[in-house]
């Protein structure tokens, strides 16, 4: 409830939490790890100010060097909760040392893992301000090996519950102003796995795919030629 973690952070034991995820015993870093990720998906508020104190250090080291499989959950959990909700300035100023964690995560074992990170870009990469989104975007096609993970997903993943978010994301990809974002995605061949997407058996998976095809089909005339192109060759 939270009037029970407004007791939580108001007894100030927040920077002690966030130290926690570096202490040598995993079963206590886990359990710090968990009670910051519902104290961040409470409110903005209090996401910002674990933003503003480095909670991403401690998150790194349990993601990249994760001593079992909880801690690797539970870390891109506690990631989700940080992006989740209103996207201040604070908010923003993380994403830039986040995307490197994300990139990392995409090449998980764990096919939950992958999944909430998936998710985590989806909610990540929109926004109603289109010149926020437009930000956003370019930073994440601009991250070093992101997008390449995320196209590799969309191509050999059968995993639904991966490539409807991924799919998502090419299809917030292809929302910005610039046609210069939709060429990015086209310079991968995004559209040689249209044709299975637009005909699968999932009506979500469908409406995700008609999604990123009207956002093709809203670029220039050659980014559309690539879509009639597609077609014949499906």
Known sequence: AADHTDVVVESGVVPTLIGLQEHYDPKIRHQAMWTLSNIAGDNT???????????????????????????????????????????????????????PILSHLLSSEDGGVIEEICWTIVDASDSKKQLLKDKLINLFQSAGGLIGRLHNLLSTSDSLSILLPTLKIFGNFCSGSSPIFTQRCLDLNITAVLPKFLSHASKRMRREAAYLVSNIAAGEKAQVRSLLWCNDGA
């Open 45 to 99: 508020s209090y996401r910002d100010n674990l933003i503003e104190a480095n909670i991403l250090k401690g998150v790194a080291l349990n993601v990249y060097n994760p001593e079992n499989d909880a801690i690797l959950k539970e870390g891109s959990w506690l990631i989700h909760n940080l992006v989740r909700g209103q996207q201040t300035s604070t908010w923003f100023g993380m994403l830039t040392p986040l995307l």
